[in-house]
């Protein structure tokens, strides 16, 4: 399918709230937000951006509604995701490729947002931006990570080399690769096998990184895909971290590291691959779009962005 890049934005435009998947509080919301009106854009929340059913933002229908509601408005330049959590997927049902093929829009978030991005592009083609989004914006994010957040809303060119930062990487196996960036978060990865967004990583650079996964669970998901034939087919492998997953080994329990794991899975392959690239649920993380060429060079520790994922208005 063809590429379909959206518009680059700029301060002074409008930004549309939508909640697709867990509940926001309004206070978080409100915080997460004021980097964006001290930049300069407005907001308009979506109808369900606050609403709450259980731990979902509301209802399947509402949040669709809301989420195609603001692909079409006129008014709206761009697209933000209060948080991730859990429920995207229930969306897709409702979701129709028209509305966001004929109002193509950044779509910017991360996390449980995986699965939007996955159906945009398997659907569409629609670039989107794995991106920190208002509940992440509740903490402070350091300036080096939110200059490459900003320069890849507004600047439609491509965002060049993204390095490791001052965080430790390690190369898996070493070498350099070009492909399409996909992937995100590692469990709804997983999750897409046999859906209509299921996860194409045929000649792609593929972006990994979870949190709170068990090492078991990490090994799980890594051979699920492995079994789909999505490790053999790629070009290269980037792995953020498993955020956390210490906090789910008890002490003096027998486990595999995380790293062990890895190396398992893609030790044996002749991709080039790594682990540590800043991305996800990190305190620092990189902001990536998806779709676009990038050049993984696992030695550097470099991802090399080699396309712009907006064009100018």
């Known amino acids: ?10 301060p002074g435009m409008t930004l549309g709230v939508v909640s697709p998947s867990s509940a926001i509080e309004a206070e978080d919301l409100e915080k997460g937000l004021e980097p964006f009106y001290q930049r ?3 907001i308009v929340l979506g109808e369900y951006a606050l609403a709450r059913r259980g731990y979902l933002a509301g209802t399947d229908e509402q949040r669709a509604h809301d989420l195609m509601a603001m692909f079409a408005r006129d008014d709206v330049d761009a697209v933000l995701c209060s948080r991730g959590g859990y429920g995207a997927a229930r969306l897709i049902p409702y979701l129709d490729p028209a509305v966001f093929r004929n ?3 950044l779509l910017i978030g991360y996390s449980d ?3 939007l991005h996955l159906w945009l592009l398997r659907q569409v083609g629609l670039v989107g931006l794995y991106a920190p989004m208002p509940i992440t914006m509740t903490r402070p994010i350091p300036d080096h990570a939110m200059e490459v957040f900003w320069r890849a809303l507004e600047v439609p060119e491509p965002l060049g080399e993204l390095p490791p930062w001052n965080a430790p990487y390690r190369t898996i196996v070493p070498g350099k690769a070009q492909g399409r960036i996909t992937g995100g978060c590692l469990c ?3 999750d897409s096998i046999g859906t209509p967004y299921e996860l194409d ?5 593929v972006i990994i990184e979870d949190v709170d996964e068990p090492p078991y669970r990490l090994d799980a998901m890594l051979n699920h895909l492995a079994l789909a034939g999505k490790w053999a087919v790629c070009r290269g492998i980037a792995f953020s971290e498993d955020t956390r997953w210490e906090q789910h080994v008890k002490e003096g329990e027998r486990t595999l590291t995380p790293d062990e794991i890895l190396d398992d899975y893609f030790g044996g392959l002749p991709q080039p691959s790594m682990a ?3 991305f996800g649920h990190i305190k620092d993380p ?3 779009p998806y779709g676009v060429l990038a050049e993984l060079d696992s030695v550097r520790g470099t991802l090399t962005i080699l396309e712009s994922a907006t064009v100018r208005r």
């Open 103 to 105: 109002h193509p829009k």
């Open 40 to 42: 300069g854009y407005k």
């Open 201 to 205: 990583t045929r000649d792609a650079i």
């Open 286 to 288: 990189l902001t990536l």
């Open 1 to 10: 399918m063809e590429l379909l890049r959206p518009k680059a934005i700029e």
């Open 276 to 278: 540590g690239f800043p």
């Open 188 to 190: 709804l990865m997983a």
């Open 113 to 115: 947002i995986t699965v």
